[in-house]
Every structure is written in structure tokens, then in C-alpha cells.
């Protein structure tokens, strides 16, 4: 059934991505493209192009990076993650391919996780990576699917750039006023200690004096900071010998 299903479709042999022209050739608007691992269908070949569709994109790719039929299926299955999708509430992760092992993790309905493809298994029961580790579930709770994705056109390809663009801007201007933030509470917890080693030389000094007393021991302090021949800094004074 597999094989049939990948009858019409072809993948693209390449590392990235390829082209897809408006037309069968090279000089042709752009129209999009399909990356490693996208899936299309096949609606006509000719010698040098094949017109294809994948997604909403509809455009011509040379023969010479196009893998068809099985060979575009085996091409799938060696470079594409197979993943299982949970198709009930509550599915057990095992450990082992037991009912009486123990549990690792719960998926609800449509979560999904990677198929470990080397994986050994016993019928009725499917391999899946979690923490890098093989466990299973399953199999008759799960859907199997090879994850190939589907070309875009450069209109999504534009929308995407813009959206990364848009999302690299809001980080940047969050760690900016994350930065902003933290230098004014640094700032902020200096003049609060600041003010608390200027209210205890006052009180050290004229605690019990009148109001005017106190206020001149803090400006003598601040006339210090303020010389040249003193230090410059309000602990600096303070502590001076």
C-alpha cells in the first residue's frame, strides 16, 4: 500500500533545497522551492523538467535532482523522521514491550514522538525515542508516518523570513530592557546603600541633635565627596582614616 501511495510522488536529491522554476527553464521566475525531504506530486516529466505540486506550490524542477516512485519512498525513509502520533488520551511510554512495565510518560491525543527505526520490535508494539532513550508503545493507538514536508512558494518563504526577522527584533529589544532593567537595580540597590551608610554616620554622629545638627553632618559629608581633596565617592569619605 505504501509503495502505491509513492507511485506519483518524487523527493529532491539534494543537501538544502531546489529550485522550482515557473517554467521548464533555468532563466524562469522562481517560484518557490522544495528542501530535503519535501514530498511532491508528480504531474508530467518531460526530458530535462518535471512539473510538479507540493503544498501550494505548482512549478517545474530538473530531472537531475528528482528521486521518483520506491526510490523517492526509500529516499524518504533513510533521510526523514518517522513519527507516531497518539491517537487516544492517556497512551502509556513504556519502558519494555510489556503492559506490566513500567511507565516513562503519558501522551493525550495527537502528541507525537520519533520512531526509533533500528529499534527491534515485537508485533503490536511500536519503538519511540524519549530522552534520547528507545521505549513503546502501542501500535494500536498510534498512527506511523514518515514526516516529509511539503515545498513553499516564495511568498512563504518571504512571510517566514519576515516572521524570524520580526522575532529576532522583539528578543533583541527584550534583552535590552532586560540589560536596562538590571543596571537600574544595580543603581538602585547602590543608592539605597548609599543612603543607608549616609542615615548611620548621622545618627553615629549627631543621633541626638536637632534636625539642623543632622543636616549639617550630611552636607559637611557631601561637601567632602564633592572636594578634590577628598575622595569621591560617598564610602569613600565615610571611611576615610
Known sequence: KEKLEWQNSMVADVEESLNVRAEADSESELVGKLRKGDRATVLEIGDEWTKIESGELVGYVKNEYC?????????????????????????????????????????EEGDKMVVDTTATVEDGWVAVLYREKTCYVSAEYVEVALSVGTGMTMEEIEEIRREEEAAKRKAEEAKKQADAQLAANQAAAANVDDLTLMAAIIYCEAGAEPYETQLAVGAVIMNRVQSVGYPNTLQGVIYQR
Open 67 to 107: 528521486i521518483y516512485g520506491v526510490e523517492a519512498l526509500a529516499y524518504a525513509k533513510e533521510n526523514c523522521e518517522t513519527i507516531a502520533t497518539a491517537t487516544a488520551e492517556g497512551l502509556r511510554v513504556r519502558e519494555e514491550m510489556s503492559t506490566e512495565s513500567r511507565i516513562k510518560k503519558r501522551l
